[in-house]
């Protein structure tokens, strides 16, 4: 044996197992069994109960693709074409906003809020996946549910989510998705009990923006190319003409943000205004009652 030969890893040294494979990714090891999985077709089980088995060439170049463009940047959730957000899977692409575990806290809000109205109606601003919309068409079978965004490529993949995620025989029915800026295109008879948006709350120069996923993520959801509370001062101004009486506004917004928000809240004529923090602590979001 040649001692000074280069030692190749055991994922290359032989026919490579789902085990070798993990074992020598530089990728965390959630990641790495994440990508596996999907090149494999493979459930996270399989990955133990399979784990010695030799792969073809081809699924090994499929990880590898993966496992590149990962260490390149590239977010998980569009590698994979999916994310899980309030127990639901969410188709994500390119053009749109990848869910967050945070924006979970919008959803309870917003449900509690409605908890004693029959037949709610809300409208959720900026839908991107139609994540937000689509968890409160789920856990409010009766609530009617608008799902609203600028973007058509957005609203194709808020359809196709709401298509396979949202049971048609609900007594609220389907998701209703309309391309609109904000509230222009909503018909203006439409009262809602309840707005809920996680707008674009980054400021302009933001470096977070040239930083992790968020350069996969398309600009427009992420920034109002401003001060970071543009889009928000136009949903809290719009809101009061749109919401029934004792409706409720509910914002996400950025972790220094909460004190400027409620300030708008109240401007606007808000009433019981607080901002709710996330499991982090950080206030996550902002929101009130609509006086009557």
Request: aromatic fraction near 6%; glycine fraction near 8%.
């Amino acid at each position: 044996m040649n001692r000074d030969a280069p030692q190749r890893d055991d994922a290359d040294a032989s026919a490579a197992t789902a085990a070798s494979l993990l074992r020598a990714s530089p990728l965390p090891a959630l990641e790495a069994r994440i990508l596996l999985g999907h090149a494999l077709g493979w459930r996270r089980t399989e990955l133990i109960t399979r784990g010695a088995e030799p792969l073809d060439e081809d699924a090994i170049a499929r990880f590898r693709s993966l496992e590149s463009r990962r260490v390149a940047g590239e977010p998980v959730a569009q590698l994979v074409g999916q994310r899980e957000f309030y127990g639901l899977d969410f188709e994500v692409t390119p053009h749109v906003l990848i869910p967050r575990p945070e924006t979970e806290l919008l959803v309870e809000t917003a449900l509690a809020a409605i908890a004693t109205t029959n037949r709610p109606r809300v409208v959720d601003l900026g839908t991107g996946t139609g994540a937000i919309a689509v968890a409160i068409a789920s856990a409010r079978p009766d609530a009617l549910v608008w799902a609203v965004d600028r973007s058509r490529e957005a609203l194709a993949v808020a359809r196709r989510n709401a298509a396979r995620l949202v049971d048609a025989t609900r007594p609220g029915g389907q998701v209703t998705l309309i391309e609109s800026d904000w509230y222009d295109a909503l018909d203006p008879e439409l009262r809602f009990d309840a707005i809920v948006s996680n707008p674009p709350y980054i400021a302009k120069n933001d470096p977070h923006l040239t930083q992790g996923d968020l350069r996969f993520e398309p600009r427009g959801a992420l920034t109002d190319e401003a001060d970071g509370l543009a889009a928000v001062r136009r949903i809290v101004a719009g809101a009061p003409a749109w919401l029934a009486p004792r409706g409720a506004l509910w914002i996400e917004h950025g972790y220094d943000q909460a004190e400027a928000v409620r300030a708008l809240l109240v401007a606007a004529g808000f009433t019981e205004v607080r901002s709710e923090r996330d499991l982090a602590g950080i206030e996550r979001i902002s929101g009130g009652t609509l006086a009557v």
